[in-house]
């Protein structure tokens, strides 16, 4: 594994393994700072590694901790797990999220509240 690989796993490590609150505060360059290079250095490595930049896979992991935030029920409303990612822009969240996923973040809100009351049905009827 080359110098340019290892710093685009390092920094997909952070990531990765960031609770939802930390990854609201980490970006490129916060995550650069951690790795103890610059900003510059990690788009290039993530250009020359990477199919995606660096701000994209930060993107799409907030896109990943929000859907956990629903379907552990940290978060209830959109509103709720925006603030906790420290999401400044709703409607360029809610656009990014349906372009990636095919449905809205209200979808997947409605969706995992569906599924919570058909599991207390189930338990209801034992």
């Known amino acids: 594994m080359n110098k340019k ?3 685009v796993f390092a920094f997909l ?3 990765v393994h960031a609770a939802p609150e930390e990854l ?10 951690r790795l103890g290079t610059t900003p510059d250095i990690i788009c290039h490595a ?3 590694v990477y199919i995606c930049s660096a701000g994209e896979i930060v993107t799409i992991n907030k896109q990943i901790a929000f859907e956990k935030l629903i379907a552990n029920r940290r978060a209830r409303t959109l509103k709720e797990a925006l603030k906790i990612l420290d999401i400044r822009s709703v409607s360029n969240f809610i656009k990014q999220y349906k372009a990636r996923r095919g449905y809205t973040p209200m979808e997947t809100i409605k969706k995992h509240k569906m599924s919570q009351a058909v599991g207390k049905r189930k338990q209801v009827s034992k």
């Open 5 to 7: 690989q290892k710093l």
């Open 13 to 15: 490590d952070l990531i």
């Open 24 to 33: 609201a505060r980490l970006n490129v360059t916060i995550g650069a700072r």
């Open 46 to 48: 993530f250009k020359s």
